[in-house]
Antibody
């Protein structure tokens, strides 16, 4: 079965750190770009970070640049995000998403094909 | 531009047709995709590219794009179509993805 399973969420104090993991199964993990997309309680979707299939290219939203680090271990079919200096506004459900990136000058795209169930991160004192 | 604008809420009578729109400059030069999210569930991709549906997505959902507007049309809306719908595109300058604010669809 094709599946993404997030783990590592929880309650953390402002300024603290957390590492989320995403275990993939049922498909050729290293062939796909991956992303983290988050959703604050009652709010919309916000793309956080992305990584190419071989891990050579990483992308970040301005809101997390310098604080979050995305990585992957293709031998373990697992993606990670290391989150540092967490703020209240980082409180959200974080989804792991299999991604297709078309980096073309015209008619480019980011498609989010397969989503995990998400893991909740709460930043609060 | 780095924004995609959607109407917060739309309603449709059972069996009727509804169009959900998404506006933004990025749509002039980039493809859009659409996601459906039901309460308590993760989003799922329902339309991508010109008008591609992943397996299992009913053909009553279709998409189009004109100028700076992308549209998701549901022809013959069913009760199970009641959900939040998000559009997505790309900022060409940064090659970073964007999401619209979402549209809550109510089927009456």
């Amino acid at each position: 079965e094709v599946q993404l399973l997030e783990s590592g969420g929880g309650l953390v104090q402002p300024g603290g750190s957390l590492r989320l993991s995403c275990a993939a199964s049922g498909f050729g993990f290293s062939s796909y770009a991956m992303s983290w997309v988050r959703q604050a309680p009652g709010k919309g979707l916000e793309w956080v970070s992305g990584i190419s299939g071989n891990g050579a290219n990483t992308f970040y939203a301005d809101s997390v640049k310098g604080r979050f680090t995305i990585s992957r271990d293709n031998s373990r079919n697992t993606m990670y995000v290391e989150m540092n200096n967490l703020r209240g506004e980082d409180t959200a459900t974080y989804y792991c998403v299999r991604t297709e990136i078309g980096d073309y000058l015209v008619l480019g795209y980011w498609y989010f094909h397969l989503w995990g169930r998400g893991t909740l991160v709460t930043v609060s004192s | 531009s780095s924004e995609l604008t959607q109407d917060p809420a739309v309603s449709v009578a059972l069996g009727q047709t509804v169009r959900i729109t998404c506006q933004g400059d990025s749509l002039r030069n980039n493809y859009a995709s659409w996601y459906q999210q039901k309460p308590g569930q993760a989003p799922i991709l329902v339309i991508y590219g010109k008008n591609n549906r992943p397996p299992g997505i009913p053909d009553r959902l279709s998409a189009s794009r004109s100028g700076n507007t992308a549209s998701l049309t549901i022809t013959g809306a069913q009760a199970e179509d009641e959900a939040d719908y998000y559009c997505n595109s790309r900022n060409s300058d940064s090659n970073r993805p964007l999401f619209g604010g979402g549209t809550r669809l109510t089927v009456l």
